[in-house]
Structures are given as structure tokens and as C-alpha cells.
């Protein structure tokens, strides 16, 4: 009986300093913004100042430039968007936003990946990277509705792993607790000398796309257009541009294209896909303008951000802007070439 109570207050005594333990690492991680999607704070300092976000996945964190946006039609703007993020991530960053903000147009950047990402493939990545950018209520709040028991582990994991990487860096003089890296949420993305295949013939419509689109990416976006109309911002959606070789490879873009312009219809919102817009393969150079086949470049998003600032100025003013997109993929590849 003396040993058993032994071991369990060695094992209890092991568990506490466990618990004293991953609570302090967790607090070096929360309390800091070492990481690159971390944004809190900056976020927190604009409360009441932001009129147009951005929202979405790496193709809108890469791509759009609030100080551009800002210098061709004033206000203030945000990009709000992170790498991997989920419909559900995004959701919860646009509840929290628009409750402090005076919001009046949010750009909710949507692909064909974006209704298919399935979170059993993909893992939460995604979602764990949130948690390092929500505070308080919102953070625990999150953490509750969005991840499972079994994901718990990797929950534990990932936040510990983190706070010790803080805690090497506050041991060096390295810890921060206000990203530098970030530039109103916006970040450049600075590859260079990545190869995108020049051949876009000999790989035309040589991939698929899955179509499997995730009920619970379909909810979030209802969720979001619902949540847009009682903040009384506008919402539109918007397919940023990808390279002339991504949009010639694929055979099913029509797919998600016709799926987009329907929910936008069915919501009385606008879809906008960059992709189809008539002049994209001068406006932006796959070469030049893209980090790789999806992502934009700074340079790029200097440009996209300065063209869509034009649209959304031409929208404003009533203009028909119909003329300037192929109404579809097939036309917009009768009209650069690709089908003779």
C-alpha cells in the first residue's frame, strides 16, 4: 500500500510539473509574435480604423497589398488571410474583425481548393496556426468548436514545441512580441528563381482537379455571406490570378467556376475571377510576377493589388465590367490560343 501511494504521488507531482511546465511554454508562445502569421497585436492597434479586408488563403496573403489598395482608394485595409487557413479560420477571423471595425467591403479570396480541402487529408494545420493569432476568449472559444478530441495531441504538441522555440529565443535576445514581419497582414513573398514550366501546350489540360467538395467549406461560406450582411459589409468574392501554366494544366476550372458564380447569384453578391479576365496574361508574367504556379510574387501583388483597386473603382461607379472577363474557361482559352 506504501509504494502505491508512493507512485501516485510521484506520478502526481510528475503531472503538476508537466502542467506548471507546458502552461509557461504555452504562455512564451501566446504572449509573443515570433511567428510569421502572428498578427494580434497589430490587429488589435487598428481596432476601429480598418474599412476593406481581405480574407483568404496563401493566394490572398501573398497577393494582396494593403498599402497599394490604400493609395488608390483611401481608407485603410488589412490582409487578414494566412497560409493554410480554413473556411471555418476565416469565419472566426471576420466575426472578430468586423465586430471593431468599420468594415464596408470584405474581398473573401476563393480557389477550386477552397470548397475541396478536407481537413482528414490536410491535417489542422491551418487552424493551430489561428490559435497563435487569436487572444483570450476568442483563442479558447476557437479551440473548442474546431478541434476534436483526437486532435488534441497535436494541439499539446504544437503549442509546446512552439513556446520552447520562444523560449531559445527569449534565452539569445530574439524574442518579440510584435511581428516584424508583417506589413498590415500582408506579406511579400520573396522566392526568386523558381522554375514554372514554360509549356503550356504540351501540358494542357493534362491534370483534374478534385471535385469533392467538403459540406463543412460550403456551411463556412454561408456562414460568412450571413455574417457579412449583419456587419453590413459588402462581401465580394475573388479568384486571384494564378500562372497561364496552372490555368492551362487543368481541365475542370469550369467546374468550380460555374459552382462560384452560383453561390454568388443564389447570396446577391459579386464573383470576380481574375483568371478570366481578358488581358491577365499581359497584366501579369508567369515568369516575372509569380513566386511559384500559384502564388504571387511582391512585384506581382503590387500589380494585381493596383488592378483590382481599378475594378473596384469602375464597380463603384457603375460601370459595366462584364466586357473585360471571358464569361468562361472554354472561351478563355479559345481567346489566348490554347483551342484552335
Partial sequence: MHSIKKILKTAGLF?????????????????????????????????????TLGCGSS????????????????????NLSGLLVSMGGRLELLRLELARNPVRTVLLEVSAETLVRDR????????????????????????????PLSEYPAVYYDVVSKGIDNALRL???????????LRDGYYPNAQKDVYI???????????TLSTAIRP???????????????????????????TEFYDARYDNLDYFRAWYTGFAAAEHID????????????????????????????SGAA?????????????????????LFYLDYEARDWGVGYLY
Wanted: aromatic share 12%; charged share 25%.
Fill in 15 to 51: 503531472l503538476l510539473l508537466t502542467a506548471l511546465l507546458s502552461t509557461g511554454l504555452a504562455a512564451l508562445y501566446f504572449r509573443g509574435e515570433c511567428f510569421l502569421y502572428q498578427d494580434a497585436r497589430e490587429r488589435e492597434a487598428l481596432s476601429g480604423s480598418v474599412t
Fill in 216 to 242: 463543412e467549406n460550403v456551411e463556412a461560406l454561408k456562414q460568412i455571406a450571413a455574417l457579412c450582411r449583419e456587419q453590413g459589409a459588402e462581401l465580394i468574392l475573388i479568384n486571384t490570378p494564378k
Fill in 271 to 298: 464573383y470576380y475571377d481574375f483568371n478570366l479576365y481578358r488581358q491577365k496574361h499581359k497584366l501579369l508574367d508567369d515568369q516575372q510576377h509569380f513566386g511559384d504556379e500559384t502564388h504571387l510574387s511582391d
Fill in 171 to 181: 534565452l539569445e535576445g530574439s524574442y518579440q512580441t510584435r511581428n516584424e514581419f
Fill in 303 to 323: 500589380i494585381f493589388t493596383g488592378f483590382l483597386a481599378e475594378i473596384l473603382s469602375a464597380r463603384a461607379e457603375g460601370r459595366n465590367l462584364e466586357p
Fill in 197 to 207: 514550366s514554360t509549356w503550356v501546350l504540351d501540358n494542357y489540360h493534362t491534370a
Fill in 120 to 147: 482528414a487529408e490536410e491535417g489542422p494545420e491551418g487552424d493551430l496556426q489561428l490559435l497563435g493569432r487569436l487572444e483570450g476568449k476568442e483563442r479558447l472559444s476557437f479551440f473548442l468548436h474546431n478541434f
Fill in 59 to 78: 493566394n490572398m496573403y501573398f497577393g494582396f497589398r494593403p498599402d497599394v489598395m490604400d493609395a488608390a482608394l483611401g481608407g485603410r485595409s488589412y
